[in-house]
């Protein structure tokens, strides 16, 4: 297989290949954005780390690469969000906030001029933006955090502002082909009134020389809900307000040389055609080479900040490492996915597949060159002598803290061997902690503890003698499924009642009435600790 087929078993190549078919100076800008009105959450590391994969293959051709995110922050505060995040990302309810009123009182206006109601920062916005950037350090990826408001108070958008109004007439036709109650009189700026601070959409006539518009405070419609103005006129300057979501788009791409950007589905079919005709047939400019992508859903449902339904990156990072959760993103974007954490095991198996058949130790044509691609941009550094627990395993060594013991277990499955190195054993064990963590998250049947010493019991004859017939078993190297069914045939070959035998068994491991599916559990765990707690040995 040529270098130029190999690159094209990788989305990424694809679209880097569309950017430089425009021969873009350096550095190559690509963008992402969002208005950080909600928690920050994996929904809206989207367009970071698909940026992230183009970014990091235009630097490997040899080429400066800056990876922008706009926060739109000087957009307005349209609706109460239920819950929010602190800057540990710890979610809250509003009433739980040292300054819950602080969203309500200031509806309709720019997000940073609504006080925190956390009290940390200098605005809502400013606080929201800090969330952001928390977010793209978590997974590793180095972005600059632009601030639209800051674009717009150093003046950066004051010559597209200045040029939308003097071409006011045609700016109005291009939309008014998008949206309905765009006529004539339309003018492209939303001013922020000077005396309630809320945004307006009127505006009665601008200055192109002074650089300023004239303006009545009117009620703002927000989805189904109508913000009051205050009836104010007055004059605000090109930095005293912002353009419409519909002419910003295009704006920050000609302000920030954009030369590729990511979007969601939803953008695809409303904001980017109006955006791409404004930018090449009112503004003049190209737009940017798109990829559109898939949302995915989180446990089936869609991601929205505003109906409280979100996982951070950091709740993520507690269950599985930044090259798995990488990995995830990797994947065509064209191809809608369920984030579902009940079946976290999976994607880690699934990772740890595309790691193996990268190294050689899995085989598999079909997934090779996809593997040999990608996998060098998931980690931060390629080592063959990595080693990964597989995930239930990691999740039955939580089930104790002891860290001897559970060194000793994994060993004792063959997954360290003398030639292991000291730090692959140590990052290994990691996985552990995030396993737990997992099992705890989702109390299913890897949330147990168990017990290190032998508990104390008090079995009759039959049941000890059973037991260490199923102490044979398992020590002859029968698997899970193997073991589950013997429980049943042990205990009827001893005249033990069924269910008196299973609680025998969490009594041993658990020093509990009841626990996991007892057969798979003592199948994960290592066979010599089995065998000896059977036989009640220690």
Partial sequence: MSDADDHRVFWADEVADQIEARDPEDPIIIKGGVSPSGIPHIGHLNEILRGY???????????????????????????????????????????????????????????????????????????????????????GVPIEVVSNTELYADGKFDDVVAFLLE??????????????????????FNPVCENCG????????????????????????????????????????FREGKLPWRFEWPAQWQVLKVDH???????????????????????????????????????????????????????????????????????????ARDFDVSRLNQLVDDFDRFEGIYFGRIEDEDLKPLADRVYPFLVDEVKADRVRLPYTFAAVLGMT?????????????????????AWAVEDALQRVEKARNWAERLDNEYNYRLQVELPET?????????????????????????????????????????????????????????????????GELDREFVVTRLRREG
Wanted: charged residues 30%; contains cysteine; proline residues 5%.
């Fill in 261 to 335: 950007e990511p979007f969601g589905k939803d953008h695809a079919a409303g904001s980017w055609p109006s955006g791409k005709d404004i930018a090449e047939n009112v503004l003049g400019i190209d737009a940017p080479v798109p990829m559109v992508y898939e949302w995915f859903t989180y446990n089936g449902e869609a991601l929205s900040s505003s109906a409280g339904n979100v996982v951070t990156a950091h709740e993520i990072l507690e269950l599985l490492e930044p090259e798995v959760f990488k990995y995830f993103f990797s994947l065509t974007p064209k191809k």
């Fill in 458 to 522: 008090d079995f009759d004859a039959a049941t000890k003698a059973a037991l260490s017939d199923l102490a044979e078993f398992v020590e002859a190297g029968h698997d899970g499924e193997e073991i589950q069914g013997e429980i049943y045939e042990t205990a009827k070959r001893h005249d033990v009642g069924v269910g008196d035998f299973f609680s025998a068994g969490y009594r041993l491991f658990f020093d509990a009435e009841q626990g996991p599916r007892l057969g798979t559990f003592l």
């Fill in 53 to 139: 994969f183009v970014a990091q293959v235009l630097r490997e051709r040899g080429h400066e690469v800056r990876q922008i995110f706009t926060s739109d922050d000087k957009d307005p505060l349209r609706k109460i969000p239920r819950r929010l995040a602190d800057l540990d990302f710890t979610i809250k309810d509003l009433g739980d906030l040292e300054n819950p009123g602080a969203l309500g009182r200031n509806l309709g206006k720019p997000l940073t001029a609504v006080p925190d109601p956390f009290g940390c920062c200098g605005s809502f916005g400013e606080h929201q933006t800090k969330l952001l950037e928390k977010n793209a350090k978590a997974v």
């Fill in 198 to 237: 809320k945004l307006t959409e009127t505006v009665l006539s601008f200055d192109l020389e002074a650089r300023t518009v004239e303006y009545e405070c009117t009620d703002l419609k927000a989805g189904g809900n109508v913000i009051d103005g205050c009836g104010h006129t007055g004059t605000a300057t």
């Fill in 167 to 188: 071409n006011q007439q045609k700016a109005a036709d291009v939309l008014s082909e998008y949206q309905d109650k765009v006529d004539a009189d339309y003018i492209p």
């Fill in 401 to 421: 803290d002891d860290v001897e013991l559970r060194e000793e277990m994994a060993r004792n499955e063959e997954h360290f061997t003398d030639e292991t190195p």
